[in-house]
């Protein structure tokens, strides 16, 4: 792929080992790529992003999931955000790479949120494959894939 590309954070340094990983992250991205380092509004940072970028690549769609289920009350509020951000990525006139984590491989949580955060991220992780035009799972580092 060629073209300028945006490289879209949803982490947040709130320890000393996020912040560590973090500052890893930061050192090993090619200096090719223009950093953003937003939480929350990915949406409304995509809507800016589009027609200046040709590529953008957000990373991750579940922590940035985590992060709006801690700053947003209710299902309801939760679904209307993912079906937004579904929208902008939809609506994004160059490539879309968006990474996420497939967390309903394991054992059912024993706790509500956890379960909750299960069920939520499949359904995103259903919706954004659903729009893209191609969907890989890495396993062992290993990509397939699978539409």
């Given amino acids: 792929m060629t073209g300028k590309r945006a490289y879209i954070a949803t982490a947040q340094a709130l320890d000393t080992e ?4 973090i500052q890893h992250h930061r050192e090993r991205r090619a200096a090719a790529w223009d ?5 929350l509004a990915i949406a409304n940072l995509l809507e800016k992003l589009n027609k200046r970028y040709q590529i953008v690549l957000l990373d991750c769609l579940t922590l940035w999931l985590s992060n709006v289920m ?20 939809k609506s ?3 490539s879309s790479i968006i990474v996420s984590n497939e967390v309903g ?6 706790n509500p949120l956890a379960r909750r955060f299960r069920d939520f991220a499949g359904m995103l992780n259903q919706k954004v494959a659903q729009a893209a035009d191609e969907v890989y799972f890495t396993a062992a580092g290993i990509p397939m894939k699978i539409k």
């Avoid at 993912?82 to 902008?88: C, G, Q, T, Y």
């Avoid at 491989?105 to 024993?110: A, E, F, R, Y």
């Fill in 18 to 21: 996020m912040a560590s990983r």
């Fill in 35 to 39: 950093t953003y380092e937003e939480p």
């Fill in 70 to 89: 801690a700053h947003t009350n209710g299902d309801d509020a939760v679904n209307s955000r993912s079906d937004v951000l579904v929208e902008a990525i």
């Fill in 92 to 94: 994004f006139d160059g």
């Fill in 105 to 110: 491989l394991g054992i059912v949580p024993d």
